[in-house]
């Protein structure tokens, strides 16, 4: 590494950790990645040990200081973010008693029904409807099923707040990562004690709360060693992953939103800082409010199977990723066969539940690269059902910044503009949620005075795609939603 300061920011991913490395202007110094894989022990669960988490961001630490010169001095400040609604179920020290429920998971779904019991107030506090996968329902089918080890916990964490106690021995969370607990007061903006109370929870077990540009702590000794970074390093609280990016996405001002596509897909649109106090919760379950890093708050409309099913379907036909985006470039045709992706699940939608994935409308007549092509076709028409239910709760944006592994290809990004009819453009970091994580570290360290000059360091989204009108793909997208 040079001399010049750097920031550090650490994204707990859903199947991988990432670290990147920056310079105080954007530039990339050093970046890394660990993979580290889910366990289903059941159908409709989704768990890991939290070492997992903890053997990856080693791992990806100590590849992206490698990558930098190998030394650790001219870090200033580090930040940790990533994926919401985990829960991990912790010991005083934070010590993981059970191995970590995360957003994929459904299990709770008798629980959330306990929820939807709750008085209306209470209710639309929140600012969402409930749902399996979100950690104040994972909490109380813990504390239902698992009485024995829920006794036992001192604390309710979400996967990057365990992290980050981890680095600092300092339990804490944030508003980011609180709004999608549904343990956590929209309005009053603190945890919604009256709720886990009426849940059967402890609120004792939530962390205290802090804003995400505060510093949670130093590095430990013993933890600074297995990341091969100097004990003592500031530690920033750090913010869930969209609210992180959303950071780095450089939205030109109003009119802009942000679809990031990774293992799912996540619309997200800024929205007044008035939040409920304007009526702006959404209890209809079809898009969920949650407060952003720098003030105010976010429209979130979120789709489970987006990178998962295009994994799967890779996996299963044999195929690559290049056969799989070759499709894109092909024009639209009537007798493409319908793909629900639906493989996952989708907490939003009611029609869904049991019903699974599928191709429709096969024949003999069809090859593998029809089912591929289906399968873009299907994950593209589900985004666009989501940015449909943006549009009904008021969020209207003109133009799209796209990012996230998923969204790097150029003929997907063209069949993507196609299909919700809307320019899209690039964000500038492929590590949107990393990057974030940099920018919250430098407002952290004051290398930034306020996220404003934070933002400067952020080149703007550069255009890729603008829609053509297609008849074919209208009534594609019609047939789709009458088979769906």
């Not at 919401?84 to 970590?100: E, K």
């Not at 379907?313 to 045709?333: E, I, K, M, Q």
Request: charged share 20%; proline share 7%.
């Amino acid at each position: 590494m040079t001399d010049e300061p750097a920031l550090l920011g650490i994204d707990l991913g859903t199947s991988q950790v990432k670290a990147l490395l920056c310079a105080r202007d954007g530039r990339v110094l050093g970046q890394g990645i660990a993979e580290y894989s889910l366990r289903t022990p059941r159908i409709g669960w989704a768990e890991i040990d939290p070492e997992e988490w903890w053997r990856a961001t080693g791992a990806a630490v100590r590849s992206a200081t490698d990558r930098a010169g190998g030394a650790d001095r001219d870090i200033l400040c580090l930040a940790v973010v990533g994926q919401m609604h985990g829960l991990v179920l912790t010991d005083s020290q934070g010590t993981a008693l059970r191995p970590a429920i995360v957003w994929l998971d459904r299990r709770s779904a008798a629980e959330t029904g306990d929820y939807l019991r709750l008085p209306p107030q209470m209710l639309s506090a929140l600012g969402n409807r409930p749902s399996p996968g979100m950690a104040g329902p994972t909490a109380a089918w813990l504390a239902r099923h698992e009485p024995q080890v829920f006794r036992q916990a001192r604390w309710l964490l979400q996967p990057k707040d365990w992290l980050r106690f981890r680095l600092t021995g300092e339990p804490a969370s944030e508003p980011t990562d609180a709004s999608g607990t549904l343990l956590f007061d929209m309005t009053r903006g603190q945890w919604a004690v009256e709720v886990a109370e009426a849940m059967g929870l402890n609120a004792g077990l939530l962390p205290p709360l802090r804003s995400p540009h505060e510093i949670a702590g130093k590095l430990q000794p013993d933890v600074a060693a297995h990341l091969g970074l100097r004990a003592g390093l500031p530690v920033a609280i750090g913010a869930a992953d969209t609210a992180s990016s959303l950071l780095a996405a450089g939205l030109p001002g109003p009119g802009y939103g942000l679809l990031t596509l990774g293992t799912g897909g996540q619309w997200a649109v800024p929205v007044p800082d008035a939040g409920l106090a304007a009526g702006q919760a959404d209890l209809s379950g079809q898009t969920n409010l949650f407060c952003k890093a720098d003030g105010g708050a976010y429209r979130l409309a979120a789709a489970q199977n987006v990178g998962v099913a295009l994994d799967w379907v890779t996996s299963t036909l044999g195929s690559s990723w290049a056969d799989l985006y070759a499709t894109a470039t092909w024009p639209w045709r009537p007798d493409t066969p319908l793909f629900r992706p639906s493989l996952a699940g989708e907490r939003w939608d009611e029609r869904d539940a049991g019903q699974g994935g599928a191709w429709r409308g096969l024949s003999l007549a069809h090859q593998r690269e029809d089912l591929l092509r289906a399968a873009l076709e299907g994950v593209a028409f589900l985004l666009r059902t989501r940015l449909e239910d943006l549009r009904q709760a008021g969020c209207r944006p003109e133009k799209v910044v796209i990012a996230g592994g998923g969204s790097r290809h150029p003929s997907w990004q063209r069949l993507l503009g196609d299909v919700f009819q809307l320019p899209l453009l690039a964000a500038s970091s492929p590590w949107l949620t990393a990057r974030g994580a940099t920018l919250i570290a430098g407002v952290a360290a004051g290398l930034y005075s306020d996220w404003a000059e934070a933002a400067k360091s952020v080149p703007p989204p550069e255009l890729v795609a603008d829609p053509v009108p297609s008849a074919a793909a209208e009534e594609h997208y019609r047939l789709w939603r009458r088979d769906s």
